[in-house]
């Protein structure tokens, strides 16, 4: 199988590479994203390999299945970013649905320890010999409320964490499990009653915007909100004036909905256009990283194994257990 690899970083050439030999795949690795603009550079490849901020909508699975692109092997669990409904009996899609879930999870606790207890504003203070501690008092977690949307593999993930913490949990999912130690409550409930908020859903059309001015009203004064999942569960705009009001006592944020062409790139000679992502960066309770939960080498192994047996069974008629439908 020949595989264009697109929106390829050193990393993943560290973790695909050895193993592409190992399965006797051929991948020419791309740096560019893809998107409309360079899907022609899948021309004479039997599938594509793609990233979270890739993109494949319905005119580019056109293009891709008249030039024989049997697959999109997609580096991630979620799928948002593909046009599921137009690759149907076009192109198969094959999905990675769950690499590490403890590295999102403890990135996310890692999250909010950090905006509770100021303690990536304390490293700068620190480093210029500031010993003062003013401005950074935090909270004690313990027998406070936590609400987790999604009790999936990272949600649960999460919720092992913050019940060590000694925090009383809330959780929403439309898909309740049995066994865990929380309580399943509306959102309504959840908004209502926690102290930390943490999102671990997929992106669909009833998440989308999840987070928006309604139910921002309906959150606690000084919440703590953290999203590891997808940007687009907020409503930039209404996190903005949450954050001018004063409703957040701090935010967490390693996804953004508009972080194609940013996330991943080195942007820090160039003036960025994106007036929300900018807004967002200047209150001093908000902090953004840039899409790397994931990033641990236990996840990239997993992930770089998960992807090319994806291939492997396409390729010699296995069943396609991780077939996005």
Not at 74 to 81: K, Q, T, V, Y
Not at 96 to 114: D, H, N, T, W
Not at 191 to 218: M, R
Not at 233 to 259: A, M, R
């Amino acid at each position: 199988m020949k595989i264009a690899f697109y929106a390829t970083k050193p990393y993943d050439r560290t973790w695909f590479e050895p193993l592409a030999k190992e399965y006797g795949f051929d991948i020419h690795f791309i740096e560019l994203p893809c998107n409309e603009q360079t899907v022609f550079l899948a021309k004479g490849y039997d599938a594509i390999c793609i990233f979270v901020n890739d993109m494949v909508n319905a005119k580019m699975i056109d293009e891709l299945y008249n030039m024989n692109v049997k697959a999109i092997l997609l580096r991630s669990a979620g799928f948002n970013h593909v046009d599921i409904k137009a690759a149907e009996g076009k192109i198969t899609v094959l999905r990675v649905p769950s690499y590490s879930p403890e590295a999102v999870a403890e990135y996310a606790v890692g999250l909010l320890m950090s905006i509770n207890r100021c303690i990536h504003k304390a490293y700068y203070r620190t480093r210029d010999f500031n010993m003062n501690i003013n401005g950074f008092m935090g909270m004690d977690l313990h027998h406070k409320t936590a609400g987790v949307i999604g009790t999936g593999k990272i949600g649960q993930a999460v919720i092992r964490i913050l019940e060590g913490f000694g925090m009383d949990i809330l959780a929403y999912d439309p898909y309740p499990i049995e066994g865990l130690p929380v309580e399943y409550v509306s959102l309504e409930t959840l908004f209502k009653q926690s102290d930390v908020i943490t999102l671990h859903c997929p992106l669909t059309k009833d998440t989308k915007h999840i987070i928006n001015k309604k139910n921002i009203k309906l959150m606690k004064d000084g919440v703590y909100l953290v999203n590891t999942s997808r940007g687009a569960l907020i409503n930039s705009e209404d996190l903005i004036d949450g954050l001018v009001s004063g409703k957040f006592g701090g935010v967490g944020l390693d996804v953004y909905d508009e972080e194609e062409g940013i996330f991943y790139e080195d942007r820090s000679m160039d003036i960025v256009e994106d007036e929300v992502l900018t807004r967002l960066m200047t209150f001093p309770n908000v902090l953004i990283t840039s899409h790397m939960g994931f990033f641990t080498k236990e996840a990239m192994e997993a992930i770089a194994v998960a992807t090319l047996e994806n291939a492997y069974a396409l390729e010699n008629g296995l069943p396609l257990q991780n077939k996005v439908v």
